[in-house]
């Protein structure tokens, strides 16, 4: 589905409003395809910068400021929450300032507690701020690469996420959803196994 207009449906992005969809600064692109290749530089420039230098990756500022790096030559909303509640997640848009300060608060106790392996303690929280969903766009993403700071921060390698693309309409994304959806159900062994293929 690389070839749809940017409004059409896709299995592979959050839906965007119109007014999110109005947020598109380059104003050249019209196909699924070229946002996915703008998308995509964005995230490499922001994960050559997330490993550049120590960073704290349960802070808010932060999560924003990466998210914004991600996406901020692409989308004038990056970094800011979202305003419209969403089809994935269980959180209304107004209550995601509180659910990202808690999930934030939540890892951090986890670590000092020891309470799971480093592997698990950064997939739990990937699939809470999927969860959450904070921002129009690009959770997915965000997640993934706060997930792969969070473990190497806590003496883990990154994640592999299976080692293919996660683009739409594959099979190896079909394996990533069940494996998060698992993870929504507290069953993490699939998430944790997936991320690790």
């Known amino acids: 589905m690389s070839d749809s207009f940017i409004g059409d449906a896709d299995d592979a992005a959050t839906p965007l409003s119109p007014e999110e969809r109005e947020g598109l600064i380059p104003t050249h692109i019209a ?10 530089a964005g995230n490499a420039d922001a994960d050559r910068w997330v490993f550049s230098r120590k960073r704290d ?15 901020g030559e692409v989308w004038t909303w990056a970094g800011q929450f979202r305003v419209t509640d969403k089809n994935i997640g269980d959180v209304p848009a107004w209550r995601v300032p509180a659910d990202l300060r808690q999930l934030l608060g939540d890892v951090r106790a986890q670590i000092e507690h020891k309470a799971y392996p480093p592997d698990e303690i ?24 706060a997930a792969d700071l969070l473990a190497v921060q806590l003496g883990e390698r990154r994640f592999t996420w299976g080692r293919g693309n996660l683009g739409p309409a594959s099979d190896l994304r079909r394996r990533y959803i069940e494996a998060q ?7 993490v062994g699939p998430l944790l196994e997936f991320a690790r293929s």
Request: proline share 4%.
């Open 57 to 71: 990756v349960l802070d808010e500022d932060f999560l924003r400021r990466l998210h914004r790096r991600m996406f």
């Open 181 to 187: 959806q698992s993870a929504d159900d507290r069953v």
């Open 122 to 145: 950064a997939l739990r929280f990937h699939n809470r701020l999927t969860w959450i969903h904070p921002f129009p766009n690009g959770n997915g993403r965000l997640a993934r690469l």
């Open 31 to 40: 196909i699924r395809g070229e946002l996915n290749a703008m998308e995509q």
